[in-house]
């Protein structure tokens, strides 16, 4: 029996087109693509129309495991699927961060036959909008640091307040709590400081929610930095550093055009966690991938939990963007996972394990359902997979009043998700989600954690730490009260303790502290023991990562 190719083995034996022929599918006019190589490119911001006529298709899933559930495959696999079936369809993604490259997750480009390429370039810096963020954002810090150096032009900020840290797109945990300024006077104010990742800085969370470059300048200038002495709030407009951490985003705000292993478009544009950030692309890019197309597939980071409860809190209310429909992702294998089966035995049958763990899908179903959208089931078929746990799900699936389909997309491309595309279109097309939100801005931010830790975790209540009690009075303080909250927990269980997979009860979370983004526009509760700069595992996948003398690289997956 033949071994199946690697991801990075089929990207690279793929066929790949010129980028000018890609943009031609959606009538882009060459003239407005800005070209990085042959194969990639930027477009211009006027092709987002303000009121778009695609739909919108949200693919989320179930509680994620060390296993895959393959989320970015699924949704490039349905793009593909539609297109396949006859729709014009365009793959609205986030762009791979390096920490999950070199570090246990791999790269973001989907996998097998349902990839979006050219897949190096994809996951090794792209088109430079991650270092663009990186940039800007330590820019800020510098300014900040030296606005505290220099006593004549001094905004008289209190160093033991200030929040804003500095980001670097890598996982380092030797990073997280630092001491800058040693050294002597020259060397700046000696203070405790830290590192965030990229994907978690706040500029990552604005660019990915501005709709055009004068509201990215607004948004920098309502960063929140800390207080002066006297107890006075000092933002980003106060340490005058807008206008060049605005010129360091004039590329990274435009979305970036590639193509799927099948020459169907993808704009990649963004590229926040889930767990610490929103976990979702930009507006601009979901705005003109709708403008282009009939049909926009786009993900949320991780489990309907943290990423698609933030898409339809942050992304929708800040945006007026609706979804017309949702696929929640699932495997067999995973839910065989969440029911207790050792992970040696998850390639065979085990009809009771798969029931048992059903209801982490089930919970994640419901969430979906909760915002006024039945959502698609899809089962990302494994070759383990047998038709009476497939069937099972599918069962199961429709006793919760949803349908499941089955995709081999990544086996076989757009083909293996033609009978998922049918089933999304066919949804949307009888109109009956409608979407809405589960809490009102002008709630309380404890109404709102609450809301999120009961219907979407299903907790039994919320806790406090002393720290996010002093905190909210500032919150309030400050009219930080009317944003919406971007709840910052593990992905790996409803609760906020990992090891409560499943569908875990009879819990409560507790908020350990709170981080702004006024810029942004959403206050962070910090959940558990969540990270906003991860660590390496104690084996990276960089330690495979290799080129060879002619320019080849391998080890990517």
């Known amino acids: 029996m033949s071994t199946f190719p690697s991801d990075i083995e089929i990207a690279q034996s793929a066929h790949i087109t010129h980028i000018r022929e890609i943009a031609s599918k959606l009538q882009i006019a060459e003239d407005d693509l800005e070209y990085y190589g042959k194969y990639k490119a930027k477009l211009p911001l006027s092709l987002q129309k303000k009121n778009p006529e695609g739909k919108l298709i949200l693919v989320t899933a179930m509680s994620p495991t060390k296993y895959g559930e393959g989320k970015t495959t699924m949704a490039i696999g349905l793009a593909d699927g539609l297109n396949h079936i006859g729709k014009k369809a365009i793959a609205v993604l986030r762009e791979p961060s390096l920490g999950p490259v070199f570090g246990v997750k791999g790269g973001a480009a989907g996998g097998g036959y349902a990839q979006v390429i050219p897949m190096e370039d994809i996951n090794l810096h792209f088109t430079g909008d991650f270092s663009a963020v990186e940039k800007a954002n330590n820019l800020l810090s510098a300014m900040i640091d030296n606005n505290i150096q220099n006593k004549q032009f001094s905004l008289n900020l209190d ?49 990915c929610l501005s709709s055009d470059l004068e509201d990215l300048k607004k948004r920098i200038g309502n960063i929140y930095v800390g207080q002066t002495y006297d107890g006075n709030p000092v933002f980003a407009r106060d340490i005058k550093a807008v206008g060049a951490m605005t010129v ?57 939990d943290l990423g698609a409860e933030k898409f339809f809190h942050i992304k929708c209310t800040k945006s007026g963007l609706k979804p017309d429909a949702v696929v929640v992702v699932a495997t067999v294998r995973a839910l065989k996972h969440h029911g207790g089966a050792h992970k040696d035995s998850l390639t065979k049958e085990d009809l009771t394990a798969v029931q048992k763990g059903f209801c982490n899908l089930e919970k994640h179903i419901e969430n979906i359902q909760h915002f006024g959208i039945n959502p698609i089931v899809c089962i990302n078929a494994f070759p383990s997979d047998t038709a009476a746990e497939l069937q099972l799900v599918k069962d199961l699936c429709i006793e919760k009043g949803s349908d499941a389909v089955v995709s081999s997309a990544f086996s076989d491309g757009g083909k293996g998700s033609a009978a998922l595309a049918d089933a999304v279109v066919s949804l949307i097309d009888a109109g ?6 589960l809490y009102q801005l002008s709630d309380s931010i404890e109404h709102k954690i609450k809301t999120v830790a009961t219907k ?79 660590g390496l595992p104690s084996i990276p996948s960089a330690e495979h990562i290799d080129i060879s003398i002619d320019g080849k690289v391998t080890g990517l997956f």
């Open 159 to 207: 160093p033991r307040t200030i929040l804003w840290k500095r980001v670097m797109d890598m996982n380092d945990r030797a990073l997280r709590q630092i001491i800058i300024g040693i050294g002597g006077k020259s060397n700046g104010i000696m203070r405790e400081d830290g590192f965030n990742i990229t994907p978690a800085s706040e500029i990552m969370a604005i660019l």
């Open 248 to 304: 360091l985003l004039k590329d990274a705000i435009k979305p970036n055009l590639v193509q799927t292993l099948e020459g169907n478009p993808a704009i990649l544009h963004g590229g926040p966690f889930a767990s610490i950030a929103q976990g979702t692309n930009t507006v601009i890019a979901t705005r003109t991938g709708l403008s282009l197309g009939d049909y926009v597939v786009t993900e949320a980071g991780f489990g309907a």
């Open 432 to 437: 009956v989600n409608h979407y809405h939100p």
């Open 456 to 534: 979407i975790y299903g907790a039994e209540g919320v806790e406090y730490a002393s720290k996010a009690r002093t905190q909210l009075a500032l919150i309030n303080k400050l009219g930080f009260n009317e944003f919406p909250v971007c709840m910052a927990k593990t992905p790996l269980s409803f609760s906020d303790d990992e090891k409560k997979t499943g569908r875990p009860t009879g819990f409560k979370v507790t908020v350990r502290e709170f981080e702004y983004a006024a810029g942004a526009g959403f206050v962070i509760p910090l959940l558990g023991d969540v990270m906003r700069m991860p």
